[in-house]
């Protein structure tokens, strides 16, 4: 490799660094990452930003940009504290009925929206239910992060490594129902069992707390039922529009910026209220990663890398998918899977190439449910799981990076080790 080669790698190594020890925030690096690559030649403006194969992802970024609006807009209607507190009801108190029902409840609606936006929502209405149960918050909220991931990895838009894929990829909507969701299904029964072996003999019915929390109605939580019902018709389209996909021949970016537009157009939510809710340090962290990226397939960086690993599994696929697999799972517990994702999507897509596509593509899964499940390894993991941290710390619970870990690692090693039979027997028996 060039002395340009090098250089590109210690920069991207030491942005990378700097994102898994959050020694500064993950913003700043990703931008001063993309900004030396830029300052170096690494990458040009072209390259990085107009291009047909751009560095920056436009696909990704405008679907997240446009989930986000719609997520703010269905946060104002109430519609996940009433999914909550009708979850405790139907519980009737009992704290480990109700950790099943809000895993269940977060783990759909990570698949049908995204995780973090999931999170962000759930969490704090839990910390609502345990205070009124008097029951610890803290297992609720690692269970509903590792649901979150485990969820997510079903569709398209539930886990942004997913989106990160289908674009390097080319894979629809109905690919990922396809090939992820079955699997997740099965993978969400056996961490409901682990949930009891972790959580579940630790948790106290209190009868009289639950007396009080079946006092509540949940329909006083919906604070507007109009656009409640405008916001779900927006959402349903939404999803149609990701399924019908190979007969529309839309791609998810636009169909997501479209249901946006077309709810804040026909809703009393102004402009203004609709763009504070969207995380734009997500979508900017985002962009400064994409370039950094950009500028390691640029200087050939990705190309050496890929060349290597062909040689290294001597093209046998069944060996590659599970290193795949394995390394990904791996990775992603050490550091966010999103920058993981992002940077060793270029290398699958070459080794899908040089396998010649077909059976081949079951690498692209390989990768996502390695990445997805990974990243419920540690609390560093999955962007999920550092915002129930944050949330947590904030309600006067703190949880620590071991106390996430230490039921992470199981979870993560059970799934993964499901996994793999699950790829050989549907891809390459």
């Known amino acids: 490799m060039s002395v340009l080669s090098w250089v590109s790698v210690a920069v991207f190594l030491a942005a990378y660094t700097l994102i898994a020890t959050e020694k500064i925030h993950r913003v700043a690096a990703a931008l001063g990452g993309a900004g030396i690559m830029l300052a170096i030649h690494a990458t040009g403006a072209e390259a990085a930003f107009f291009s047909e194969h751009a560095g920056i992802d436009w696909n990704v970024i405008f679907l997240l940009l446009g989930m986000m609006i719609i997520v703010g807009v269905l946060k104002e209607t109430g519609v996940f504290e009433y999914l909550a507190i009708w979850a405790a009801k139907r519980a009737r108190g009992r704290p480990f009925r109700l950790m099943v029902l809000l895993v269940l409840i977060t783990a759909g609606a990570s698949a049908l929206l995204d995780n973090v936006t999931t999170v962000l929502l759930i969490a704090p209405v839990t910390f609502l239910v345990c205070e009124r149960l008097a029951v610890n918050p803290v297992p609720f909220l690692i269970a509903e992060a590792m649901a979150s991931n485990i969820g997510g990895a079903a569709t398209l838009v539930g886990d942004p490594p997913n989106i990160i894929i289908a674009s390097r990829a080319g894979l629809s909507y109905n690919d990922f129902l396809i090939h992820m969701a079955p699997m997740v299904i099965v993978l969400m029964a056996v961490f409901v069992g682990l949930c009891w072996l972790m959580f579940g003999r630790a948790l106290r019915y209190d009868p009289d707390r639950a007396e009080e929390i079946m006092a509540l109605d949940e329909r006083e939580a919906i604070a ?57 340090p997500t979508l900017v962290f985002f962009a400064g990663l994409f370039v950094m990226v950009g500028a390691l397939v640029e200087t050939g960086v990705i190309g050496e890398l890929s060349r290597a690993a062909v ?10 998918t599970m290193g795949v697999l394995g390394i990904s799972a791996v990775l992603s517990a050490v550091v966010d899977n999103i920058p993981y994702v992002a940077t060793m999507s270029p290398i699958v897509e070459q080794l899908v190439h040089a396998g010649g596509n077909g059976s081949a593509q079951v690498l692209w899964w390989a990768l996502a449910f390695g990445a997805d499940l990974g990243g419920n390894a540690t609390a560093v993991g999955a962007a999920a799981n550092v915002v129930v941290l944050g949330i947590a710390a904030r309600n006067g619970t703190p949880i620590s990076f071991w106390q996430f870990t230490k039921y992470g690692l199981i979870v993560t090693v059970v799934t993964v080790v499901l996994v793999a039979p699950y790829l050989w027997l549907r891809y390459l028996l």
Do not use: N
């Open 224 to 280: 507007d039922r109009r656009l409640l019902w405008q916001s779900l018709a927006v959402l349903a389209l939404v999803m149609a529009a990701f399924v019908l996909h190979p007969v529309l021949h839309y791609e998810p970016s636009v169909v997501a910026l479209l249901g946006a537009g077309v709810l804040v157009a026909v809703t009393k939510v102004t402009t203004e209220q609709a763009i504070a809710e969207v995380e734009w």
């Open 311 to 320: 040689a290294a599994t001597d093209g046998q696929l069944t060996v590659t």
